[in-house]
Every structure is written in C-alpha cells, then in structure tokens.
C-alpha cells in the first residue's frame, strides 16, 4: 500500500494551498482517511480526517479555514488549505485506515498507512 502526497510549497499569509494524497488501493483507505501535520519541535497533530460515508472532522486550529474531501472512486483525499498563517507551516502526511476509526479518527494510531509528508511553508 502506497499513498502519494503532492501539493505542498511555499506561500504567502493569506494564501491557499491545496493538498492531494492519493491511495494505491481502495482497501487501505475504505475506512477513513487524513492529514496530521508536524512543524519542527512539535509533536504530530490532526489535521482533519473524513470517514469513507463523508463524517469529518477537524483539528481546532484549522477549523473554518481548511476542507477535506475525498474521491473514493479514485481513492483519493484532498485538503483545502486557505486564509493559512505562518503557523500552519509544517510536514503535512496523509493516513489511510482500511477500517472505519469511528470516534478515533483524530488519533493518529487509528492509521495503519502513511504517506511520505509534503512540506508546506507559510511566510509572513
């Protein structure tokens, strides 16, 4: 099982990003997928993460700002990253759960699979 993360880079504040992640097998990420972000120093945080029936959920700092979405013919998640903020920089990685985490799926052990990280920089 293999997930591809792309879309990351350098912006300004106030800017937008958009991430992709793609999944090799519809199984690896039939339960739930998600991003978790992890800046220099700190510990790996949720992001947000969507359930394959479409239930998401987000992490505070990024709520009203960031949207998740996925494909599931196309075993893919997106994250729509705007108004970011220097605070948002941070190796983003994708997870995929190939059954359904339920009220866990903010916890990043509810992930059997990972992606490699793309870095998103934010300058003020």
């Not at 075993?75 to 009220?103: G, R």
Request: charged share 15%.
């Amino acid at each position: 099982v293999q997930l591809q993360a792309s879309g990351g880079g350098l912006v300004q504040a106030g800017g937008s990003l958009r991430l992709s992640c793609a999944a090799s097998g519809s199984t690896a990420s039939s339960g739930a997928m998600g991003w978790f972000r992890q800046a220099p120093g700190k510990e790996r945080e949720i992001v947000a993460a969507i359930r394959s029936g479409g239930i998401t959920f987000y992490g505070d700092s990024v709520l009203g700002r960031f949207t998740i979405s996925r494909d599931n013919a196309k075993n893919t998640v997106y994250l729509q990253m705007n108004s970011l903020k220097p605070e948002d920089t941070a190796v983003y990685y994708c997870a995929a759960s190939p059954t359904d985490p339920f009220t866990r799926m903010g916890q990043s052990t509810s992930y059997a699979y990972w992606g490699q990280g793309t870095l998103v920089t934010v300058s003020s």
